[in-house]
């Protein structure tokens, strides 16, 4: 069974440009939720895609967007990122959408924005 | 929606003694409760989690409680070890599983 796995590991971009992390879910998991975590704080939801759909969203503005693929991989995309946008992104990988279900952490994307 | 505390945000114990961490949340309609613990650059680890027709739940030297009357659970670590060191984040998630919302995390530090 394959873990979740995240990329790249490491970023850095500067104020205003465009960002585009990758998430492989885990083997069987159908439903992918990505995740702001700044420093110092717990992860932050930014929204979630069950079968190639979004299934919730968090506070987060439009310009962070996402996108999920018939194999349940998905991307977090940011445009137009501003400083506050630098923080740890997680995906965690669940095998249920639609229901309260367990969900598995990738090792996260370090975006600094500068 | 749904809003999680979470307490003490730093707590040291010594090697052997237990631990205790407290979450309380708002929303009636979570009904799913995990427990992560993330070490320093690492990515968030199920320890365990309870469900809202459980009160309490135990694995090894780790058990959490779960209050559904006066939204609270709690995570206990018993006989600590150096090892248990880490942050410790709760969260909630309601029926339709689509927001899991974090406490802010609380950093144990076990002493040898």
Same mark, same amino acid.
């Given at each position: 069974e394959t873990g979740v796995t995240q990329s790249p590991t490491h970023l850095i971009k500067t104020r205003g440009q465009q960002v585009t992390l990758r998430c492989s879910s885990q083997s069987g998991h159908n439903t992918v939720s990505w995740y702001q975590q700044a420093l110092g704080q717990g992860p932050q939801f930014i929204f979630q895609y069950y079968r190639e759909e979004e299934n919730g969203r968090g506070n987060f503005p439009p310009r962070f967007s996402g996108l999920q693929f018939p194999n349940y991989s998905s991307e977090l995309n940011v445009n137009a990122l501003e400083?506050?946008?630098s923080a740890l992104y997680l995906c965690a990988s669940s095998p249920r959408g639609g229901v309260a279900d367990t969900q598995y952490f990738g090792p996260g994307t370090r975006l600094t924005v500068l | 929606g749904e809003n999680v505390e979470q307490h003490p945000s730093t707590l040291s114990v010594q090697e052997g003694d237990s631990a205790v961490i407290?979450?309380?949340?708002?929303?009636?309609?979570?009904?799913?409760? #995990?427990?992560?613990? !993330? /070490? @320093?650059?690492?990515? #968030? !680890?199920l320890i365990i989690d309870i469900r809202s027709n459980v009160g309490e739940k135990k694995d090894q030297r780790i058990a959490v409680t779960l209050n559904k009357t006066a939204k609270h659970f709690s @995570?206990?670590?018993? /006989?600590? !070890? #150096?090892e248990d060191s880490a942050v410790y984040f709760c969260a909630a998630i309601n029926n339709y599983g689509q927001n899991f919302v974090f406490g802010p995390g609380t950093r144990l530090s076990v002493l040898p």
């Open positions: 400083l506050d946008d | 407290k979450c309380t949340y708002s929303d009636s309609a979570s009904n799913y409760f #995990p427990w992560y613990k !993330q /070490e @320093l650059g690492k990515r #968030p !680890q @995570l206990h670590i018993t /006989e600590t !070890q #150096p």
